[in-house]
């Protein structure tokens, strides 16, 4: 195995536990590695101002954000690669969502937006409360409706998110939002859908990436739980699934980790990446 230079992170269900927190060891761990000079690369469905504290502290450079829709530079404040809506295709997409019973908001240029009548009824939708909790704290609120939102400001569109309540209702959802062409609806959560363009993925923008930052597929290593990092695992040199991701992320994987309550992302970098 070739000597790792990259390490690319889910965030919820993988390097946060379940409570969204990071670990000490964990912490320690990830700053042990890149005083070895390896590159900490979140990678999340989170927009960027979803990054936790501890990595911010950690100085972590570069990121992958709202599924693959955009690569962040935090050190130049700058946008590496952009795989996002067009206006056109954004409004198309929240019409679809209006015929559900599901909340849905936008992550744009860095930042949450959801509209209030969603805000002041999330406990309707069935939200675990840590969950409840980040989106409460990285959400925006708008008076008006999205579509308005969107016609009014000059944004530019990442991801769309939807909590359901009615697990059938979501795969409704899923089918028509795939039928458009537009979007590919993917699952992190037990009752979400997230959205970016056809394409778009956190492997896309990982593949994207690493010729950017001048390495090779063999020198990365990547750590998931979901289906939304089943495109970054295939696409890294080296595939972790923690022991809390499904079956479909652990089928891909090279090496199956403790679970992400039980520091599973710090064993990971331990056993593979630190000298």
Request: charged share 30%; net charge negative.
């Amino acid at each position: 195995m070739k000597q790792i230079k990259l390490v690319a992170i889910d965030m919820d269900g993988t390097l946060l536990d379940s409570n969204k927190q990071c670990s000490q060891k964990t912490v320690e761990t990830l700053k042990r590695a890149k005083e070895q000079g390896v590159i900490i690369l979140p990678a999340t469905g989170r927009a960027i101002n979803g990054l936790p504290q501890e990595l911010k502290d950690l100085g972590v450079r570069y990121g992958i954000f709202c599924n693959g829709a955009t690569c962040y530079d935090r050190a130049e404040e700058k946008v590496l690669v952009a795989n996002h809506f067009t206006t056109e295709e954004v409004l198309q997409l929240i019409r679809i969502c209006d015929k559900y019973h599901a909340t849905h908001d936008i992550y744009a240029d860095g930042k949450g937006y959801c509209e209030k009548r969603y805000m002041d009824h999330l406990e309707d939708y069935i939200i675990e409360q840590p969950v409840l909790e980040l989106v409460r704290n990285t959400r925006n609120v708008i008076d008006g409706t999205l579509e308005e939102f969107i016609q009014n400001h000059s944004v530019s569109v990442e991801k769309i998110n939807m909590f359901f309540s009615d697990l059938d209702e979501r795969e409704r959802a899923r089918e028509e939002l795939e039928k458009s062409g537009i979007a590919n609806p993917v699952s992190s959560l037990s009752n979400n859908l997230e959205m970016g363009r056809v394409g778009c993925s956190k492997g896309l923008a990982l593949g994207q990436l690493i010729p950017i930052l001048g390495l090779k597929v063999e020198e990365v290593m990547a750590c998931g739980d979901a289906n939304n990092d089943l495109m970054m695992l295939k696409e890294a040199g080296f595939a972790v699934a923690m022991a809390n991701g499904t079956e479909e992320v652990k089928a891909v994987a090279d090496y199956i980790t403790a679970s992400n309550d039980e520091d599973g992302v710090a064993k990971a970098i331990e056993k593979f990446v630190l000298n």
